[in-house]
């Protein structure tokens, strides 16, 4: 189906066009610095040295989700993402030729000018050239109810240019007047839960070849491909019986290995870190360095993680004792940084917890949100990680419930948990893993 599909096509379409982009900056940054055309010899030397470079930043565009599905949010902030990966893959490049020397290429002048060409062009490429190129006419879809999640998908669909599709909601229990309506705006395309005995009733003045003429669209199916979550109204018994499992051998055990052999990699180069981190806990207010607390692991276990304190207490989970902290200078940056989860590293060594997986809660909380929130405990089924779906998503203080109550986040919050359980692999782990880099280098969250 055309309508709604991640365009693998169109992924490949972009990966061509900003490779070609950094062939044209490469190319340009050469004329520049020599004031004329290289000669061919230099171009061809000058290629070959920054193809892997162009691999590597090819890797930085996937970590800032440009060949990801585009929203209304991350098409406004486009630009701002094009400029910050250009920023990462000049460091990866810096990187790169401080150990790599080749005769005959002089990276230094040459990655400045590049870098400015390259972000002006693919900003030019991306955010102009590339929407005229993939645009085509709207196609008219109709959905079926009115409830929260399909006035969002409402809203996502009429204002996220990138799907082409123009929606209209239809909420009467008509049959003969749901044809007419499909028959004015010449739409085949609708959005209904045909599980649901009302929404069925719908169509008995339909003939057979007329209901076959039309493609229905699951609307939790389109809730998770849009937004990344799965609808909490879908969540029930069944669905976790369908949907989730205890345990996967094969990838439980691959996820094992990839935990250790990071964790000790992450761990020993942590390690510089630590006086510095300490020194300036230290120096801020002459508390204690690092904060313990227990929180709810794997089954609902309790798991004792060491972090660096980053408030000027320790924050126990409760709204009162929130109320008393705030976060200190060194806690802003540590935070933004995610330096303060290094500690936990020893806790993924241990087992207790994952590199990826849904954030390990305070107990008081945990203990709130399961009698608030249905179905809360079965992000438990799983360890809970240093970084996860969901962090990457509520990674501002608006929408984090970050140790205090906050029911609605968190309802929020079980909604990314649990698409992460439905769809958990080692592709998806490594595309958090990636992203995480993103946030930290963009300093986002807190």
């Given at each position: ?23 044209v ?9 020599n004031?004329?055309v ?44 094009i400029?910050?990966?250009t ?46 190129l ?103 018994n ?42 300036a ?13 227990d ?31 705030r ?5 802003k ?14 806790n ?7 590199l990826?997986g849904?954030?390990p ?13 249905p ?20 990674i ?8 205090a ?42």
């Amino acid at each position: 189906m055309q309508v709604f599909q991640v365009g693998k096509k169109a992924a490949l379409k972009l990966i061509l066009g900003d490779t070609t982009v950094l062939l044209v900056s490469l190319l340009l940054s050469l004329i520049l610095r020599n004031l004329d055309v290289p000669a061919r010899h230099t171009i061809l030397i000058n290629i070959y040295a920054f193809i892997p470079v162009f691999a590597l930043w090819i890797l930085g565009f996937f970590i800032y989700n440009l060949y990801g599905r585009s929203t209304v949010s991350t098409s406004k902030n486009l630009p701002g993402s094009i400029f910050q990966a250009t920023l990462l893959n000049a460091l990866i490049a810096i990187i790169y030729f401080y150990i790599v020397s080749i005769p005959g290429v002089t990276p230094k002048t040459t990655l400045i000018i590049i870098s400015v060409f390259s972000f002006l062009l693919m900003v030019l490429w991306r955010v102009i050239i590339w929407p005229k190129l993939s645009r085509r006419p709207n196609e008219t879809v109709v959905i079926i109810g009115r409830n929260a999640e399909l006035l969002e998908l409402y809203k996502e669909l009429n204002e996220n240019h990138s799907l082409h599709v123009s929606a209209v909601i239809y909420d009467s229990r008509d049959s003969g007047a749901l044809k007419a309506e499909l028959k004015r705006l010449k739409s085949k395309v609708i959005i209904v839960d045909m599980t649901n005995p009302e929404a069925e009733d719908l169509f008995t003045s339909f003939a057979p070849d007329e209901i076959l003429r039309l493609r229905f669209i699951n609307p939790a199916w389109l809730y998770e491909e849009l937004f990344g979550r799965i609808p909490l109204s879908n969540v029930t018994n069944a669905w976790l019986f369908a949907h989730v499992t205890y345990e996967q051998k094969l990838y439980d055990s691959a996820k094992r290995i990839m935990d250790v052999i990071l964790a000790v990699i992450m761990g020993v180069l942590s390690l510089v870190f630590y006086p510095f981190v300490a020194l300036a806990i230290k120096l801020e207010d002459g508390g204690k360095i690092f904060i313990h607390q227990d929180r709810i692991g794997r089954g609902g276990r309790v798991i004792r993680i060491t972090k660096f304190r980053s408030m000027t207490g320790d924050d126990k989970g409760s709204d009162f004792f929130k109320s008393q902290l705030r976060v200190t200078k060194v806690g802003k940056f540590i935070r933004m940084t995610r330096i303060d989860e290094l500690p936990q590293l020893w806790n993924v060594l241990k087992g207790e917890e994952s590199l990826v997986g849904p954030r390990p809660e305070l107990i008081p909380l945990v203990e709130k949100y399961s009698q608030d929130i249905p179905f809360y405990p079965v992000r438990h089924v799983i360890a809970p990680g240093l970084t996860g779906w969901a962090q990457l998503h509520q990674i501002n203080s608006a929408t984090d419930p970050h140790h205090a109550t906050a029911v609605e986040a968190t309802r929020e919050k079980l909604s990314y948990d649990l698409y992460y359980l439905k769809h958990r692999s080692l592709l998806l782990d490594i595309v958090v893993l990636l992203r995480t880099i993103q946030i930290i280098f963009s300093r986002q969250g807190s």
